[in-house]
Structure formats: structure tokens, C-alpha cells
């Protein structure tokens, strides 16, 4: 079996996305909107949903996305996974 060393390069992961937006999937939701900051304990959307029910990925809008009322905090300790999409 290879191994593959993965090395930390600036620029990489959450802070590629600036300005984009985003998908965040973490322990208990998953969030969505524009990632306008990043640190080491937080990101932070804006125009941003919780989504409590995705429907197909593929599709062209979530099947149940709640907006949030203002700019959104998401701790990078609960980040699972996420990417950029394409829709909202």
C-alpha cells in the first residue's frame, strides 16, 4: 500500500473559497452560503441557510434550506466535510 504525506499550503481549503459559496457539512447540520472569513476556530457566511433536507445533490435548489438572520459563525471543529456549489 502507498502512502501519501499531505503537506499544509497556504491558500489551500477553506481559504480557497473566499468569495465563494459554500457547502459546509458538519456533526449535526449542514450550512450553506458565501464564505466571506476564515480563521483557525471559525468560518463565517453570509446569505446563509441551514439545510435540514438536501433532496438530490445534483439538483438545482435544496429541498429544505432555512435562511439564517444575519451572518453566520460555524465552529471548524465541527466541519466534516465541505466544497463550493453551484446553487442555492
Same mark, same amino acid.
Given at each position: ?16 473559497? !473566499?468569495?465563494?459559496?459554500?457547502? &459546509? ?8 452560503? $458565501?464564505?466571506?472569513?476564515?480563521? *483557525?476556530?471559525?468560518?463565517? !457566511?453570509?446569505?446563509?441557510?441551514? &439545510? ?8 438545482? $435548489?435544496?429541498?429544505?434550506?432555512? *435562511? ?21
Amino acid at each position: 500500500m502507498m502512502k501519501r504525506i499531505v503537506e499544509e499550503v497556504s491558500g489551500e481549503g477553506l481559504e480557497s473559497l !473566499l468569495g465563494k459559496r459554500v457547502m &459546509i457539512w458538519c456533526i449535526n447540520y449542514i450550512y450553506t452560503g $458565501s464564505l466571506v472569513g476564515v480563521n *483557525e476556530h471559525d468560518v463565517k !457566511l453570509s446569505d446563509a441557510s441551514v &439545510i435540514y433536507e438536501t433532496g438530490p445533490l445534483t439538483a438545482l $435548489s435544496w429541498k429544505d434550506a432555512q *435562511e439564517l438572520p444575519s451572518d453566520w459563525y460555524v465552529r471548524t471543529a465541527s466541519i466534516e466535510s465541505y466544497g463550493e456549489v453551484h446553487h442555492d
